[in-house]
């Protein structure tokens, strides 16, 4: 009797692991649309730990990916989180008129992270769009983080509150250009943000290119960086965090489009 009890208990105990297994790498629902209206791309995909999404972005849904109006090219961006300016080559229709709507939901949207989304996003994009790609490594004119001369003045993190990385002004927000926001005053507020995401979202600004993390600074930070069109970033840096930018050649890696199909809308 005691045998029959273990060997019931061991038999109940596989089938709650097998319940339990890791999520799927795709989506259970999926939707690939032509659009032809002119508005630019929008959207992205809404994990369990997902950062807060640009001021324009329209709520997303736990457990899904939504873009609208992107070309091929911005649908590779997002889903490998690569700046646009980073994937190369490519036939001319997937960087020209050519834009979609697609969509993906999980089946498992309460505990699908954004790194798993990403990944359903990246399968999406080779199955619809037969797309292959492979990676490069290349050096560009960029700069390189390091602490100012007189030390850095970033306070680590208490570990209060939700970690978050906002951005706002026409230097760093295309809409905030085109719509006349924001235009006095740029500002990158940081919450238990590491300083290598301080240097990718520099990365991004016009008038910087690739910047590559050498500070050695490596806890989680609470920062306002705030500075005006036409203002010295770099003196900024100095006086505001302790940090400064030096030119120099960066390794960026890029992806390299070989392949890609039209796909069939559903």
Same mark, same amino acid.
């Given at each position: 009797?005691?045998?029959?009890?273990?060997?019931?208990?061991?038999?109940?105990?596989? !089938?709650?692991?097998?319940? !339990?297994?890791?999520?799927?790498?795709?989506?259970?629902?999926?939707?690939?649309?032509?659009?032809?209206?002119? =508005?630019?791309?929008?959207?992205?995909?809404? /994990?369990?730990?997902?950062?807060?999404?640009?001021?324009?972005?329209?709520? %997303?849904?736990?457990? $899904?990916?939504?873009?609208?109006?992107? $070309?091929?090219?911005?649908?590779?961006?997002?889903?490998?989180? %690569?700046?646009?300016?980073?994937?190369?080559?490519? &036939?001319?229709?997937?960087?020209?008129?050519?834009?979609?709507?697609? #969509?993906?939901?999980?089946?498992?949207?309460?505990?699908?992270?954004? #790194?798993?989304?990403?990944?359903?996003?990246?399968?999406?994009?080779?199955?619809? *769009?037969?797309?292959?790609?492979?990676?490069?490594?290349?050096?560009?004119?960029?700069? &390189?983080?390091?602490?100012?001369?007189?030390?850095?003045?970033?306070? #680590?993190?208490?570990?209060?509150?939700? $970690? +978050?990385?906002?951005?706002?002004?026409? &230097? %760093? *927000?295309?809409?905030?250009?085109?719509?006349?926001?924001?235009? =006095?005053?740029?500002?990158? %507020?940081?919450?238990?943000?590491?300083?290598?995401?301080?240097?990718?979202?520099?990365?991004?600004?016009?008038?910087? /290119?690739?910047?590559?993390?050498?500070?050695?600074?490596?806890?989680?930070?609470? *920062?306002?960086?705030?500075?005006?069109? /036409?203002?010295?970033? =770099?003196?900024?840096?100095?006086?505001?965090?302790?940090?400064?930018? #030096?030119?120099?050649?960066?390794?960026?890696?890029?992806?390299?489009?070989? +392949?890609?199909?039209?796909?069939?809308?559903?």
């Amino acid at each position: 009797m005691g045998m029959k009890r273990i060997l019931g208990f061991v038999t109940l105990f596989a !089938f709650v692991t097998v319940t !339990f297994a890791a999520p799927k790498d795709e989506f259970e629902v999926t939707s690939v649309k032509w659009n032809n209206s002119a =508005n630019g791309v929008n959207g992205g995909c809404h /994990g369990t730990n997902s950062k807060p999404g640009a001021p324009d972005r329209a709520p %997303i849904p736990l457990g $899904r990916c939504i873009i609208t109006a992107a $070309r091929l090219s911005h649908l590779i961006a997002i889903a490998y989180e %690569i700046d646009l300016q980073n994937v190369k080559e490519g &036939a001319d229709w997937i960087w020209g008129v050519d834009r979609f709507d697609v #969509e993906g939901k999980t089946e498992n949207p309460s505990t699908a992270t954004e #790194e798993q989304l990403l990944q359903m996003l990246q399968n999406l994009l080779a199955e619809r *769009f037969k797309l292959k790609i492979h990676r490069e490594t290349t050096s560009l004119s960029g700069y &390189a983080l390091r602490v100012a001369k007189n030390g850095s003045k970033l306070k #680590e993190s208490t570990g209060e509150g939700k $970690r +978050s990385l906002r951005m706002s002004g026409a &230097a %760093i *927000f295309k809409p905030d250009a085109i719509d006349q926001k924001n235009l =006095n005053q740029n500002t990158i %507020i940081g919450e238990q943000v590491p300083i290598s995401q301080l240097a990718g979202t520099l990365t991004r600004l016009r008038e910087v /290119g690739p910047v590559s993390d050498e500070t050695g600074l490596t806890g989680l930070y609470d *920062f306002k960086l705030v500075w005006e069109p /036409g203002e010295s970033l =770099n003196s900024v840096l100095q006086e505001q965090l302790g940090l400064r930018l #030096e030119a120099q050649k960066v390794p960026v890696e890029q992806l390299v489009i070989d +392949s890609a199909e039209k796909p069939a809308a559903n």
